[in-house]
T-cell receptor, first 115, second 117 residues
Framework: NAGVTQTPKFQVLKTGQSMTLQCAQD?????MSWYRQDPGMGLRLIHY???????DQGEVPNGYNVSRSTTEDFPLRLLSAAPSQTSVYFC??????????????FGNGTRLTVT | AQTVTQSQPEMSVQEAETVTLSCTYD???????LFWYKQPPSRQMILVIR??????QNATENRFSVNFQKAAKSFSLKISDSQLGDAAMYFC??????????????FGEGTQLTVNP
């Protein structure tokens, strides 16, 4: 059972370049989300989705786009990378059914550096 | 908006000793969930323990336990019999019970725990 898979693990971009961080889960979870982790700031929510075709903004959505065409995949797009987007990005998922306090399942993160 | 504060950027403990990591939060809600996550150098986020605000009993998971003080809005993590594998960054997190997607967690800044042999 792979869980939440993020690719790539590491990426270096130049300012202005675009790229997509991939996230896939094989647990049939309805809820998926993207967080960024910066030193001294913990994790902050970028975007989230409660199901295919439905997305919403989190705390720090500017500069990022998402879409959810399938239950399994939730890619995060950077249209024009900026040095301020240098961070570690985490994808997470959670089932809609079951215990209301069931935790998020996290991927192993993508370390992105924008020069 | 809710905030979560971890006032100890770094902590250290001797192997086999006990250490307590602090977490305070600010909310106007009465029903919510609190979590402690561990992040070892592998970067993986691992759930350590969780607490429902409506439960007065403190949660425990083996060597890990919490001291949940709802009135004081405090949620500290106690690690007993510390092991070298406990060395990691620890994050405290809050989630409103009204947040039905379960995706909107508010995290603290993290506490880096070092375990000395």
């Amino acid at each position: 059972n792979a869980g939440v898979t993020q690719t790539p693990k590491f990426q270096v971009l130049k300012t202005g370049q675009s790229m997509t961080l991939q996230c896939a889960q094989d647990m049939n979870h309805e809820y998926m989300s993207w967080y960024r982790q910066d030193p001294g700031m913990g994790l902050r929510l970028i975007h989230y989705s409660v199901g295919a075709g439905i997305t919403d903004q989190g705390e720090v959505p500017n500069g990022y786009n998402v879409s959810r065409s399938t239950t399994e995949d939730f890619p995060l797009r950077l249209l024009s990378a900026a040095p301020s987007q240098t961070s570690v990005y985490f994808c997470a998922s959670r089932p809609a059914a079951g215990s209301i306090n069931s935790p998020l399942h996290f991927g192993n993160g993508t370390r992105l550096t924008v020069t | 908006a809710q905030t979560v504060t971890q006032s100890q950027p770094e902590m250290s403990v001797q192997e086999a000793e006990t250490v307590t990591l602090s977490c305070t939060y600010d909310t106007s809600e009465s029903d919510y969930y609190l979590f402690w996550y561990k992040q070892p150098p592998s970067r993986q986020m691992i759930l350590v323990i969780r607490q429902e605000a409506y439960k007065q009993q403190n949660a425990t998971e083996n060597r890990f336990s919490v001291n949940f003080q709802k009135a004081a809005k405090s949620f500290s993590l106690k690690i007993s019999d510390s092991q070298l594998g406990d060395a990691a960054m620890y994050f405290c997190a809050y989630r409103s019970a009204r947040e039905t997607s379960g995706s909107r967690l508010t995290f603290g800044e993290g506490t880096q725990l070092t375990v000395n042999p």
